[in-house]
Nanobody, 123 residues
Framework: QVQLVESGGGSVQSGGSLRLSCAAS????????MGWFRQAPGKEREGVVR???????TYGDSVKGRFTISQDNAKHTLYLQMNSLEPADTAMYYC?????????????????WGQGTQVTVSK
């Protein structure tokens, strides 16, 4: 059973930083494309960043230069370092993983999702 558990969300002021973690279990972690998504109230879920099975990364335009994805294979954990946070970054953040045989070009490719962790950025 694939499980993804996020942690690290919280409330910060504009300009602050947070690091989100996603603990993965139940599958071959290293071979799966994984990603971070977010959803603000009243908005569609959007991609923040994804990392493919070869370590290639794709960032959303709004977070480039501020957010960094990384992974600790030994700990089966995915991270999202978020710096220079802005009120527009306020959302529920989700970790997701695709099947090992799948590409991950769209949100529909991600088969497994965590429960989410809330990030709130105040002015």
């Amino acid at each position: 059973q694939v499980q993804l558990v996020e942690s690290g969300g919280g409330s910060v002021q504009s300009g602050g930083s947070l690091r989100l973690s996603c603990a993965a279990s139940g599958y071959s972690y290293m071979k799966h494309c994984m990603g971070w998504f977010r959803q603000a109230p009243g908005k569609e879920r959007e991609g923040v960043v994804r990392i493919d099975s070869r370590g290639g990364t794709t960032y959303g335009d709004s977070v480039k230069g501020r957010f960094t994805i990384s992974q600790d294979n030994a700990k089966h954990t995915l991270y999202l370092q978020m710096n220079s946070l802005e009120p527009a970054d306020t959302a529920m953040y989700y970790c997701a993983a695709a099947e090992w045989w799948s590409t991950c070009h769209s949100i529909g490719d991600f088969a497994y999702w965590g429960q989410g962790t809330q990030v709130t950025v105040s002015k």
